[in-house]
């Protein structure tokens, strides 16, 4: 049984979710933006699942908050909404706002808004009930957030972080692994277990995802795209990114921009 937006109560509702996903056109949509800003004035919580965000951030809502996001739109959310602390965290419940990067991130958003708004005994039992259906999130080696599991190994999170603080300038494996107080050996055995990749081949691909993100939300040269991703020359980017993506970055920008 479908449900049209205009029919909506938002005055009436304590929590909106935007739900979004990888087919969904991120544009505005003027009756949206109504409907959320008018939720917002009556004290509703308002969230994003996935991009869903978007939406929220486009009516200006987001503005002064942290926000979860799917990887892919991060450049694209920086370069938009300026007024937005767009995190690297799976999920952030903040105030009134509530955000996760994808679908396995959602329930332990909403566990999180649950546990805020009552006792731990319920929350504890919605786990138990759940905990037979929950399976661990799935890594994609070059979108890994730092807090996607909170048993992460300390000296594993602090690799990643630094890793993804310095896409434009790569510092090397040892350093990384000098920085995070462990071995290079022992930093390889825990990203092979976690991540599923050596070192170096994470931080390739997190430095060309960031390449296409760059190439599909902004209008910046090749050439400043490679440099911005860490790359010294165009044609090792060039090359780099053909052999991950299976096709050359100008195509690529192309294929997107249609």
């Not at 544009?27 to 959320?36: C, F, G, H, V, W």
């Not at 000296?155 to 993804?164: D, F, G, I, R, V």
């Amino acid at each position: 049984m479908g449900f049209r937006l205009a029919d909506l109560q938002e005055r009436q509702q304590q929590l909106i979710l935007v739900c979004g996903g990888f087919r969904v056109q991120l544009q505005a949509d003027p009756l949206l933006r109504t409907k959320l800003r008018q939720a917002d004035a009556a004290g509703a919580m308002l969230g994003g699942l996935w991009n869903g965000a978007y939406l929220i951030a486009e009516a200006g809502l987001l503005d002064g908050y942290e926000c979860a996001f799917h990887p892919d739109g991060w450049v694209m959310m920086a370069e938009l909404f300026t007024k937005v602390k767009v995190t690297g965290h799976s999920h952030v419940v903040d105030r009134r706002r509530i955000s996760c990067a994808g679908a396995n991130s959602s329930l332990s958003m909403m566990l999180k808004v649950v546990r805020r708004g009552t006792r731990q005994e319920l929350v504890s039992a919605v786990e138990e009930v759940l905990s037979c259906d929950k399976m661990r999130e799935t890594f994609d080696v070059s979108v890994v957030s730092i807090d996607i599991d909170p048993t992460l190994p300390q000296s594993l999170k602090t690799a990643l972080e630094l890793m993804n603080s310095n896409i434009e300038d790569p510092i090397g494996v040892d350093e990384v692994a000098q920085y995070a107080g462990i071995s290079r050996r022992h930093l390889k055995r825990l990203f092979c277990q976690h991540v599923k990749a050596t070192p170096p081949r994470y931080y390739l691909e997190l430095r060309l995802t960031h390449a296409r993100q760059l190439l599909q939300y902004t209008n910046k040269p090749l050439l400043e795209v490679a440099i911005a991703s860490g790359f010294v020359t165009s044609s090792h980017f060039q090359r780099r990114f053909r052999e991950m993506f299976d096709i050359a970055p100008g195509q690529f920008r192309k294929r997107t921009n249609r």
